[in-house]
């Protein structure tokens, strides 16, 4: 089934260069880029897009860290875009995501405060819809 799914760079990522080794990895697997756009988030839209997060311990850490710089926001389409890029992405703990994933393979954790993670992914399709309307309304 064709689905869209919602793809952050997250600030980590778009500092150390890695936006167009993301974008290569998202093509190279067959997904089509619908929207590519280079974004600063604000306070709003990331209660919103983590509305999910809201109060934990690790959100003020967590919204810091994404507004510490810009972030690229994509949409992407193909066959079961949803699940197979959460694979691509690997699981949310660098540490423990295995080699071949984009988090295994490009982040590093130590002596930061929070997950560095470098990538964000739609975890469902209804979360895929809530947050592509966010990003991009009206796409
Ligand atoms: P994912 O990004 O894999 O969907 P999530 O939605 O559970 O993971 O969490 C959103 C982000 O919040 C995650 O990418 C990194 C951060 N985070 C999650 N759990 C955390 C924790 N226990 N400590 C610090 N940061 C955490
Ligand atoms: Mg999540």
Not at 19 to 48: D, F, H, M, N, W
Not at 64 to 72: I, K, T, Y
């Amino acid at each position: 089934m064709t689905e869209r799914t919602l793809i952050l760079v997250k600030p980590d990522g778009v500092k150390r260069g890695l936006s167009g080794e993301v974008l290569r990895r998202i093509e190279a697997k067959g997904y089509t880029l619908v929207a590519v756009e280079l974004r600063k988030a604000t306070p709003e839209l990331l209660a919103e897009h983590y509305a999910e997060h809201v109060g934990k311990p690790f959100y003020d850490p967590l919204v810091e860290f994404m507004l510490s710089g810009p972030v690229l926001a994509v949409v992407a389409e193909g066959q079961r875009v949803i699940e197979g890029f959460r694979v691509l992405a690997g699981p949310t703990d660098p540490t423990t995501a295995p080699p071949g994933s984009i988090r295994g393979d490009l982040a590093r954790t130590w002596d930061l405060p929070v997950i560095h993670n470098i990538v964000h992914g739609s975890d469902s399709p209804e979360s895929a819809e809530r947050e592509i309307g966010i990003w991009f309304p009206g796409i």
